[in-house]
């Protein structure tokens, strides 16, 4: 086992979906040189555990990297996704990283990427292969580019006792049977079980033979709202709907109603209240799918799977040795508390628009190469913290809003985002003489300084 000693600018400790979008914007901006680690042995980040038949929940055309397209910025034809841009499945995301690093940041001749190395004290690197420890000498910033690093089934154990004998697997497998179980009950209320069942749906199983267990409901975003490109104009209707909904909701269950009844939110239970929001997307064709689910058991969280039930937090439900039980649960994106995204000797990438990665990564790419100082940066990227709650679309919302007003106060930021590939709404100086996407803008304009007065005040009322 040898050491070696290295020099660098910054180290970027995790080369998945935040660190790549933040060093392509960074070595784009400056002259900077730059390490990245990371414990897996390809870039990509959770996408190379992720399940098979994943696909990006917003459109590829502002999903990665500024520098390097992602698809062919097509608007789909069929499917559950018709009439919005094409979504990326996890295999073509999983190359497009590789191309991305061999293309373009280590083209550059300014970025060494350490593959399948731990990062195991301030400064020193260790490979998983060989056992060789690389002391790294950083000159301006350590860049934890995995502070809100997702939890996925196939990596994280599930947070239940399972007897032996009980046939359960992670939603990985779900890809890979080789014959039908009796039944198949899915454990997770969030996006990832979401796509379990449509994916069980879309390869003919009976809703019948579908149990989904939901501790919570969710909100979702309309993905109809989400799109840039072409269809501009119905972003800016959604956000024109978003602030008046936001100026003239007396409470927060009535913003929340506004927002349902306008579909900038949507639901697969109407007679469920959702206790949940962590940002997800779904179209229209996908709650409609699984609304198809009548077995939808609402108990609380498994504790324990045993060969005939399954107890969960407020009760028990009965369950048979055939039935595949599939854990889809793992947690998603890493709820960690927000901090400074700037520090002496440190960035820890987080989010100022909800629901953004790579947009919110090269911003904070640009910003450091652009700004000398912290209090600058830190003013620049105002850290919005991963929601969970349907109070967090409030607050997460807001953090978004005040920050594009600062943002558009910056000339260079102003061009900047209107020609970075991984901001929604690029190209809308081009646009703007459209009827229909000026109309949109006007709205949302009209309404957005009411609404976040509004926000505000609905924020410290709480959900009367």
């Given at each position: 086992m040898a050491s070696r000693i290295l020099e660098t600018d910054y180290l970027v400790v995790g080369a998945g979906?935040?660190?790549?979008?933040?060093?392509?914007?960074?070595?784009?901006?400056?002259?900077?040189?730059?390490?990245?680690?990371?414990?897996?042995?390809?870039?990509?980040?959770?996408?190379?555990?992720?399940?098979?038949?994943?696909?990006?929940?917003?459109?590829?055309?502002?999903?990665?990297?500024?520098?390097?397209?992602?698809?062919?910025?097509?608007?789909?034809?069929?499917?559950?996704?018709?009439?919005?841009?094409?979504?990326?499945?996890?295999?073509?995301?999983?190359?497009?990283?590789?191309?991305?690093?061999?293309?373009?940041?280590?083209?550059?001749?300014?970025v060494r990427f350490f593959a399948q190395c731990d990062y195991v004290s301030p400064g020193a690197l260790v490979s998983r292969l060989t056992g060789d420890r690389f002391e790294v000498t950083v000159r301006r910033a350590v860049v934890d580019a995995a502070y809100l690093e997702p939890r996925v089934p196939a990596?994280?154990?599930p947070a239940f006792e399972v007897d032996d004998g009980v046939r359960w697997a992670p939603v990985n497998e779900l890809a890979y049977r080789e014959e039908p179980p009796d039944g198949?009950?899915?454990?997770?209320?969030?996006?990832?079980?979401?796509?379990?069942?449509?994916?069980?749906?879309?390869?003919?199983?009976?809703?019948?033979?579908?149990?989904?267990?939901?501790?919570?409901?969710?909100?979702?975003?309309?993905?109809?709202?989400?799109?840039?490109?072409?269809?501009?104009?119905?972003?800016?209707?959604?956000?024109?709907?978003?602030a008046e909904a936001s100026a003239e909701a007396g409470s927060q269950t009535e913003l929340f109603e506004r927002l349902d009844d306008t579909e900038q939110l949507l639901r697969i239970d109407t007679e469920v209240e959702p206790t949940m929001f962590r940002s997800p997307t779904a179209s229209t064709a996908e709650i409609e799918q699984l609304r198809r689910i009548e077995q939808v058991i609402r108990l609380g969280r498994?504790?324990?799977?045993?060969?005939?039930?399954?107890?969960?937090?407020?009760?028990?439900?009965?369950?048979?040795?055939?039935?595949?039980?599939?854990?889809?649960?793992?947690?998603?994106?890493?709820?960690?508390p927000e901090v400074p995204i700037f520090a002496p000797g440190r960035i820890r990438l987080q989010s100022?628009?909800?629901?953004?990665?790579?947009?919110?990564?090269?911003?904070?790419?640009?910003?450091?190469?652009?700004?000398?100082?912290?209090?600058?940066?830190?003013?620049?990227?105002?850290?919005?913290?991963?929601?969970?709650?349907?109070?967090?679309?409030?607050?997460?919302?807001?953090i978004a809003w005040q920050a594009d007003a600062v943002w558009a106060r910056e000339p260079d930021i102003a061009q900047w985002m209107d020609s970075a590939r991984t901001n929604i709404s690029r190209g809308?100086?081009?646009?703007?003489?459209?009827?229909?996407?000026?109309?949109?803008?006007?709205?949302?304009?009209?309404?957005?300084?009411?609404?976040?007065?509004?926000?505000?005040?609905?924020?410290?009322?709480g959900s009367s």
């Open positions: 979906a935040s660190g790549m979008a933040f060093v392509d914007s960074l070595i784009t901006a400056s002259d900077a040189d730059v390490i990245m680690v990371d414990r897996r042995f390809a870039p990509g980040g959770h996408w190379n555990d992720s399940y098979p038949f994943i696909r990006l929940h917003q459109p590829s055309a502002y999903y990665g990297v500024n520098s390097l397209p992602l698809g062919a910025d097509a608007i789909d034809t069929t499917g559950v996704n018709a009439g919005m841009y094409e979504r990326a499945t996890g295999r073509e995301i999983c190359a497009y990283y590789e191309r991305a690093m061999d293309q373009r940041l280590l083209a550059s001749g300014r990596t994280s154990p198949y009950t899915i454990i997770g209320a969030g996006k990832t079980g979401a796509d379990a069942v449509l994916y069980l749906l879309q390869n003919g199983v009976p809703p019948a033979l579908i149990r989904w267990i939901k501790p919570r409901e969710a909100w979702y975003l309309n993905r109809r709202f989400t799109q840039g490109g072409e269809l501009l104009p119905t972003l800016f209707e959604g956000l024109a709907l978003q498994v504790r324990r799977i045993e060969a005939d039930a399954i107890r969960l937090e407020q009760g028990s439900i009965p369950t048979t040795p055939g039935t595949l039980h599939v854990y889809a649960a793992a947690g998603g994106l890493n709820p960690a100022m628009r909800i629901g953004l990665t790579p947009f919110n990564k090269a911003l904070i790419g640009y910003v450091e190469a652009t700004r000398p100082d912290i209090a600058a940066k830190n003013r620049l990227c105002p850290p919005n913290r991963q929601p969970d709650s349907p109070a967090d679309w409030i607050r997460g919302t807001l809308l100086r081009e646009q703007r003489s459209r009827p229909e996407l000026a109309a949109g803008i006007a709205r949302y304009r009209a309404s957005l300084e009411p609404a976040i007065a509004n926000l505000h005040r609905l924020r410290g009322a």
